[in-house]
């Protein structure tokens, strides 16, 4: 039977674990009861006492005033939320509130827009009749940030900014201080917001109910007279955002408190840095190059041009000798077109896009484990596991708000297992940090299984029903020369023992892991570890658990779902398999080849060896992204012929023959597909810029061009045809996506998978094996002339080659990429920290400035790659994942000196 309490004496159904408030709102509307300090993603608190409102227990009619944000509804409760004493409280509260609050509403930059006046209208207060304070007056004005401004003059003492810097990023920088009239909010130890360590991800504006936390935008975004929802182009979480804009011009953002992604948070360069969509470098004009100079032509020019080069090419060479590389920035739809152009219009499986330089051992590892390779659970599975685990990942700079979410579960006292070669901001608050010397994550993990077997803590029943080789593994494992592992990754065998041992003994155990296993010459044979360690301790196919890879770009699950590689089309069917080959013909109408394609790597080979002609590149800058950029030069040097869609003039733009430019994500619609398999809706804000198109309507245009004829670009449409071919997106159509998307494999009436091999493995059964460590070449060649190892990282404010984020005010957050040297080190380099150093490989060299930290050990040298100026990819090894052809960007041989 179900419950119910009263409200104004009506019967309405409760449920379990509710509150007054959220009880009220549900039956009533969420603006029925005023609220001051609370919010959707904060945890009940009661500072303001706004919500109050009177209760009477059944069969007792004494009433009881009391907070209705954080009182339990309980069954048979009588609920009063506005008699007449209450609208008095309500009043005299909001007064003496208002008592220490300037007066100066109609100059105020959030005057009607501003939650204090709202509530102050909405419960009568026409006028304050106690004396007026002047402690918040004397608040001066912090205008140090390049986004963030306070005025604490305006400051209510709600506590909500501080509880959102707390509860939702966990960064800790606001506080109270003081008491009475003179409490007031300080930032870090009572500093400017510029020198306090604010990670200026706008949780605390965004909460602020008054204009004492707001940033730079927010006095234009009273203006807006219309706000779009889409997904953040910055990373893989898949952010939803809230765009402000008014006649074509976006004046903020902010994250939907909705948003199952993000549930109202975002980073620093989701919420602020946009302004790069009409910044005066961006290209607006297709342009051929004529006597060494780019000069700018009309789009049919340029498509005339492209059409006749690719048809000479093609027949004098033949297709192969053409490529493609598409783009995890892209959306599905783009992506989709763009492997279908190379395929069934030039005749080539010559097509790949940068998740091979990030996550192609992970799609290779998971299927040759699970036979998927994709995310097996959701990030909301956070809530349910006892332990994480985190691999090669450091999502506080890289996955923003995954990383704040999983540093929340820390905090709270859940286990967090870091496995990293430096001390990231996770790692401080980690149980267990397995400091690793990088290159060796197959060994350490080895010596984690190892352990684990070896202490019977392995899941029996599951590994008889759902695993396969394991008694093989099972005698290599036992077998493992634990003297050698543990000399080769560098942490002590007590340490890794007692961290496996806590990992298998939680009852369930979640393991997110990114670029710091793929990016090895090992990256495939980690990943199958880390799936082999879920697999024996039966953490996979329930909640709060399983096998998380974090996804470097917006889009590169969805990439790889719809067939930008060079040997599984879209939904990862064979083109080698001519029944498999037949599912794309039938939908196409075009006969398909099915030999083997290159890989970016093996395209650049093949360039530099004269044997590709052509290449087509879509939003990628490889000459910034690709390792030993010396070598990527020399090949995009002896092509015949090389497109480059973009939206700025890229290090690669110098080598283009054409250029086309390209729209960015606020001008575009479409799909992005975040790490946990949801498929979200893009949706256009603003149209695009003058002389720019969108890549989807490039690449239909030039299908037609050459022959093909692709219907025009419409992404709803495209999605559909998506659907026809992809098993896994069967179900998906434009309108079911709705406002927070579906997370695939979706059946045909539309019910989403949040979590995958609950029952089975797309295999049967999971395989297991053993694999043995082996060090890199790129140390076994060059350790005695280059001492040092070099691995590579993002930083928060910026993104990969930094194109977009360099032209915003994050400069001002980081304006160079540094790199990280230890202390010993640095003291026997005699390098000081701030100046100059020469880092050196066998391919290069660059210059950049040195930063003396305590990040990395002795030995092992940290820096980004955001800065074009500094190229620190001319120095990246060659050395490729010995099974997907990923470079090996986290393991260089380096030496280091005094600039």
């Given at each position: 039977?179900?419950?119910?309490?009263?409200?104004?004496?009506?019967?309405?159904?409760?449920?379990?674990?509710e509150?007054?408030?959220?009880?009220?709102r549900?039956?009533?509307?969420?603006?029925?009861?005023p609220?001051?300090?609370?919010?959707?993603?904060l945890?009940?608190f009661g500072?303001?006492r706004l919500?109050?409102?009177?209760?009477?227990?059944e069969?007792?009619?004494?009433?009881k005033?009391?907070?209705?944000?954080?009182?339990?509804?309980?069954?048979g409760?009588?609920?009063?939320?506005?008699t007449?004493?209450i609208?008095?409280?309500?009043?005299?509260?909001?007064?003496?509130?208002?008592?220490?609050?300037?007066?100066?509403?109609?100059?105020?930059?959030?005057?009607?827009?501003?939650?204090l006046q709202?509530?102050a209208a909405?419960?009568?207060v026409?006028?304050?009749?106690?004396?007026a304070?002047?402690?918040?007056?004397?608040?001066p004005r912090?205008?140090?940030?390049?986004y963030?401004?306070?005025?604490?003059?305006?400051?209510?003492?709600?506590?909500k900014?501080?509880?959102?810097?707390?509860?939702?990023q966990?960064?800790?920088?606001?506080?109270?201080a003081?008491r009475?009239?003179?409490?007031h909010?300080?930032?870090g130890m009572?500093?400017?917001?510029?020198?306090?360590?604010?990670?200026?991800c706008?949780?605390?504006?965004?909460?602020?109910?008054?204009?004492?936390?707001?940033?730079?935008?927010q006095?234009?975004?009273?203006r807006?007279t219309?706000?779009?929802?889409?997904?953040?182009?910055?990373?893989?979480?898949?952010?939803?955002?809230?765009?402000?804009?008014?006649?074509?011009?976006?004046?903020?953002?902010?994250?939907?408190?909705?948003?199952?992604?993000?549930?109202?948070?975002?980073?620093?360069?989701?919420?602020?840095?946009?302004?790069?969509?009409?910044?005066?470098?961006?290209?607006?004009?297709?342009?051929?190059?004529r006597?060494g100079?780019?000069?700018e032509?009309?789009?049919?020019?340029a498509?005339?041009?492209i059409?006749?080069?690719?048809?000479?090419?093609?027949?004098?060479?033949?297709?192969d000798?053409?490529?493609?590389?598409?783009?995890?920035?892209?959306?599905?739809?783009?992506?989709y077109?763009?492997?279908?152009?190379?395929?069934a219009v030039i005749?080539?499986?010559?097509?790949?896009?940068?998740?091979?330089i990030?996550?192609?051992?992970?799609?290779?590892?998971?299927q040759?484990?699970?036979?998927?390779?994709?995310a097996?659970?959701?990030?909301e599975?956070?809530?349910?596991?006892?332990?994480i685990?985190?691999?090669?990942?450091?999502?506080?700079?890289?996955?923003?708000?995954?990383g704040?979410?999983?540093?929340?579960?820390?905090?709270?006292?859940?286990?967090?297992?870091?496995v990293?070669?430096?001390?990231?901001?996770?790692?401080?608050h980690a149980?267990?940090?397995?400091?690793?010397?990088?290159?060796?994550?197959v060994?350490?993990?080895?010596?984690?299984?190892?352990?684990?077997v070896?202490?019977?803590?392995?899941?029996w029943?599951?590994?008889?029903?759902?695993?396969?080789?394991?008694?093989?593994?099972?005698?290599?494992?036992?077998a493992?020369?634990?003297?050698k592992m543990?000399?080769?990754?560098?942490?002590?065998?007590?340490l890794?023992?007692?961290?496996?041992?806590?990992?298998?003994?939680?009852?369930?155990?979640?393991?997110f892991?990114?670029?710091?296993?793929?990016?090895?010459?090992?990256?495939?044979f980690?990943v199958m570890?880390?799936?082999?360690?879920?697999?024996?301790?039966?953490?996979?196919?329930?909640?709060?658990?399983?096998?998380?890879?974090?996804r470097?770009q917006?889009?590169?699950?969805?990439?790889?779902?719809?067939?930008?590689?060079p040997?599984?089309?879209p939904?990862?069917l064979?083109?080698?398999?001519?029944?498999?080959?037949?599912?794309?013909?039938?939908?196409?109408g075009?006969?398909?080849?099915?030999g083997?394609?290159?890989?970016?790597?093996?395209?650049?080979?093949?360039?530099e060896?004269?044997?590709?002609?052509a290449l087509?590149?879509?939003?990628e800058?490889?000459?910034?992204?690709?390792p030993?950029?010396n070598?990527?030069?020399?090949?995009?040097?002896?092509?015949?012929?090389?497109?480059?869609?973009?939206i700025f003039?890229s290090?690669?733009?110098?080598?283009?023959?054409?250029?086309?430019?390209?729209?960015?994500?606020?001008?575009?619609?479409?799909?992005?597909?975040?790490g946990?398999?949801?498929v979200?809706?893009?949706?256009?804000?603003?149209?695009?810029?003058?002389?720019?198109?969108?890549?989807?309507?490039?690449?239909?245009?030039?299908?037609?061009r050459?022959?093909?004829p692709?219907?025009d670009y419409?992404?709803?449409?495209v999605?559909?045809?998506?659907?026809?071919?992809v098993?896994?997106?069967?179900?998906?159509?434009?309108?079911?996506?709705?406002?927070n998307?579906?997370?695939?494999?979706?059946?045909e009436?539309?019910?989403?998978?949040?979590?995958?091999h609950?029952?089975?493995?797309?295999l049967g059964?999971?395989?297991?094996?053993?694999?043995?460590?082996?060090?890199?070449?790129?140390?076994?060649?060059?350790?005695?002339?280059y001492?040092?190892?070099?691995?590579?990282?993002?930083?928060?404010?910026?993104?990969?080659s930094?194109s977009?984020?360099?032209r915003?005010?994050?400069?001002a957050l980081?304006?160079?990429?540094?790199?990280?040297i230890?202390?010993?080190?640095?003291?026997?380099?005699g390098?000081?920290?701030?100046e100059?150093?020469?880092?050196?490989?066998?391919?290069?060299?660059?210059r950049?400035?040195?930063?003396?930290?305590?990040?990395?050990?002795?030995?092992?040298?940290?820096?980004?790659?955001?800065?074009?100026?500094?190229?620190?990819n001319?120095?990246?090894?060659?050395?490729?994942?010995?099974?997907?052809?990923c470079?090996?960007?986290?393991?260089?041989?380096?030496?280091?000196?005094?600039?």
């Open positions: 039977m179900k419950k119910s309490a009263f409200i104004n004496n009506i019967a309405y159904e409760i449920r379990d674990g509150t007054i408030l959220s009880f009220i549900r039956h009533l509307g969420h603006d029925y009861v609220t001051l300090c609370d919010a959707p993603n945890e009940p500072s303001c919500c109050s409102v009177e209760v009477a227990k069969g007792n009619g004494q009433m005033t009391v907070a209705a944000c954080h009182t339990p509804v309980a069954e409760q009588r609920i009063f939320p506005d007449e004493a609208q008095r409280l309500r009043r005299n509260i909001l007064e003496l509130v208002l008592t220490d609050h300037p007066p100066n509403c109609l100059t105020c930059e959030t005057n009607g827009h501003c939650e709202a509530v909405s419960v009568g026409r006028e304050v009749r106690y004396p304070g002047a402690n918040h007056l004397a608040r912090d205008e140090s940030h390049p963030l401004v306070s005025d604490l003059a305006k400051c209510i003492n709600c506590y900014c501080i509880r959102a810097c707390d509860e939702v966990g960064e800790f920088v606001l506080s109270m003081g009475g009239f003179d409490s909010i300080v930032k009572d500093t400017s917001f510029a020198d306090s360590y604010c990670v200026s706008g949780a605390c504006v965004q909460a602020c109910p008054t204009a004492a936390i707001t940033d730079i935008f006095p234009a975004a009273q807006a219309e706000t779009v929802r889409t997904v953040c182009t910055y990373c893989g979480v898949g952010c939803n955002l809230d765009v402000a804009k008014r006649n074509g011009t976006i004046l903020s953002i902010s994250a939907p408190y909705d948003a199952a992604a993000n549930q109202g948070h975002t980073c620093v360069k989701g919420r602020y840095a946009f302004r790069f969509y009409n910044h005066p470098d961006r290209l607006r004009s297709p342009m051929i190059k006597n100079r780019h000069e032509v009309s789009w049919e020019e498509y005339d041009y059409a006749e080069r690719l048809a000479a090419i093609k027949a004098e060479h033949g297709p000798a053409i490529a493609g590389i598409s783009s995890s920035r892209c959306t599905n739809e783009e992506n077109l763009m492997q279908k152009f190379i395929r005749g080539t499986n010559n097509i790949d896009g940068c998740a091979r990030c996550h192609a051992p992970t799609a290779l590892g998971m040759r484990t699970f036979g998927m390779g994709a097996t659970n959701s990030i599975d956070l809530q349910f596991t006892d332990c685990l985190v691999v090669g990942a450091n999502p506080t700079a890289a996955h923003p708000v995954t704040a979410r999983i540093k929340q579960q820390a905090m709270k006292g859940k286990t967090l297992i870091v990293d070669p430096r001390k990231t901001e996770l790692a401080r149980t267990y940090h397995l400091q690793l010397r990088p290159g060796t994550n060994a350490l993990l080895n010596m984690m299984m190892h352990y684990i070896k202490e019977g803590l392995v899941d029943p599951f590994i008889q029903r759902r695993v396969e080789g394991y008694e093989a593994f099972r005698q290599q494992i036992l493992l020369d634990i003297d543990e000399e080769a990754c560098g942490v002590g065998r007590a890794v023992r007692e961290a496996a041992v806590t990992y298998a003994s939680s009852p369930a155990a979640m393991c892991h990114g670029l710091g296993v793929t990016e090895h010459y090992q990256g495939t980690g570890l880390v799936a082999g360690l879920a697999m024996i301790t039966g953490n996979i196919g329930r909640r709060g658990v399983g096998v998380n890879p974090l470097g917006n889009n590169v699950q969805g990439a790889a779902d719809m067939g930008v590689q040997n599984l089309g939904g990862y064979s083109m080698a398999d001519p029944v498999m080959r037949s599912v794309y013909e039938a939908a196409w075009a006969a398909l080849p099915g083997p394609g290159y890989t970016i790597p093996k395209m650049l080979e093949a360039a060896a004269g044997q590709l002609k087509w590149i879509m939003g800058d490889v000459v910034q992204t690709e030993n950029s070598k990527v030069r020399k090949a995009l040097e002896k092509l015949d012929f090389l497109i480059l869609q973009e003039f290090e690669t733009a110098r080598y283009a023959d054409v250029i086309l430019p390209a729209s960015s994500f606020l001008e575009k619609s479409g799909t992005f597909t975040n946990e398999r949801r979200q809706r893009v949706n256009r804000v603003i149209e695009p810029l003058p002389g720019t198109k969108p890549d989807g309507v490039i690449v239909t245009e030039m299908m037609n050459m022959g093909f692709q219907p419409d992404p709803a449409v999605l559909e045809e998506v659907a026809r071919v098993p896994f997106f069967k179900g998906i159509t434009w309108e079911r996506l709705g406002r998307g579906l997370q695939w494999p979706v059946a009436d539309g019910t989403d998978t949040q979590i995958l609950t029952e089975t493995f797309k059964k999971g395989r297991l094996r053993f694999i043995d460590f082996e060090e890199s070449r790129e140390v076994r060649e060059n350790a005695e002339e001492p040092f190892i070099l691995t590579t990282n993002r930083a928060l404010e910026h993104y990969n930094g977009m984020t360099r915003t005010r994050d400069t980081l304006g160079e990429d540094l790199l990280l230890s202390p010993e080190d640095a003291r026997a380099r390098i000081e920290d701030g100059e150093v020469l880092v050196r490989s066998p391919r290069g060299s660059a950049i400035r040195a930063r003396v930290s305590d990040m990395v050990q002795p030995g092992v040298l940290s820096t980004t790659f955001h800065f074009p100026e500094i190229l620190i001319q120095v990246a090894s060659d050395v490729l994942d010995s099974e997907a052809d470079p090996e960007y986290k393991v260089v041989a380096v030496d280091v000196r005094r600039g």
